[in-house]
């Protein structure tokens, strides 16, 4: 199993950019990178999954350099409601078994 | 509708005792979970069936049990509650086993006094 590195917490303000790092240094050559956001008593949600260089949604972007040993989650303007856990997972895509979501980066926008 | 719902939210009980936690799930997917979330965040997988087959059991006590009637449905069993069960579980469901699309419930906080 790729073992993954999160800061514990950060804090932001309104309107900011926010870009959470998520270290990787076992990846394997099928594993895929996703993350989840968790608000406070609800369940993990689906945010982005990325294999290399970078791909967006409407609600993040995900960098990922060549040698695939770490990624960025970039959280575009947050605002108060983006205040949760996130979580950087990586495994292969056709295995669940490789689902251990960590503790997690827990982010707090403040206003 | 709820994709994925939860029964009950939660759940306090004394050690000893058995207890049941239910998942539905109304996505048609083949394939449902259960998660264990501790008081640090750390959420780790415990079991996965997929068309009604276990298919992951990680290193989990045998008093727990999950049980699957159905595709729409994991239920979760457990014996003999020790204080160390206490946690939130989440159930999820997904389309194949792919990371990616697994919907997640809204968890049951169990706690065992």
């Known amino acids: 199993l790729a073992k993954t590195t999160q800061p514990i917490s950060m804090d932001s303000y309104e309107g900011q950019e926010v870009n959470i790092t998520c270290s990787h240094n076992?990846?394997?050559?099928?594993?895929?990178i996703t993350w989840y956001q968790q608000f406070p008593s609800q369940g993990p949600r689906f945010i982005i999954q990325?294999?290399?260089t970078k791909v967006t949604n409407e609600v993040a972007s995900l960098f990922i350099p060549a040698d695939r040993k770490s990624s960025t989650l970039s959280l575009p303007r947050v605002s108060l409601s983006d205040t949760a856990v996130y979580y950087c997972?990586?495994?292969?895509?056709?295995?669940?078994?490789?689902?251990?979501f960590g503790s997690g980066t827990q982010l707090t926008v403040l206003p | 509708d709820t994709a994925v719902s939860q029964t009950p939210k939660y759940l306090v009980t004394q050690m000893g005792n058995d207890k049941s936690i239910k998942c539905e799930q109304n996505?048609?997917?083949?394939?449902m979970y259960w998660y264990k979330q501790d008081s640090k965040k750390f959420l780790k997988i415990m079991f996965s069936?997929?068309?009604?087959?276990?298919?992951i059991n990680e290193t989990v006590p045998n008093r727990f049990s999950p049980k699957s009637p159905d595709k729409a449905h994991l239920n979760l069993h457990i014996n003999s509650l020790e204080l160390g069960d206490s946690a939130v579980y989440f159930c999820?469901?997904?389309?194949?086993?792919?990371?990616?699309?697994?919907?997640f419930g809204p968890g049951t906080r169990l706690t065992v006094l």
């Open positions: 069936y997929n068309n009604k087959e276990l298919i």
């Open positions: 997972l990586v495994g292969d895509k056709g295995s669940a078994r490789q689902l251990t």
């Open positions: 076992n990846i394997a050559t099928n594993d895929y």
């Open positions: 999820a469901s997904s389309q194949g086993t792919s990371v990616n699309t697994q919907y």
């Open positions: 996505l048609g997917h083949d394939t």
């Open positions: 990325g294999y290399k």
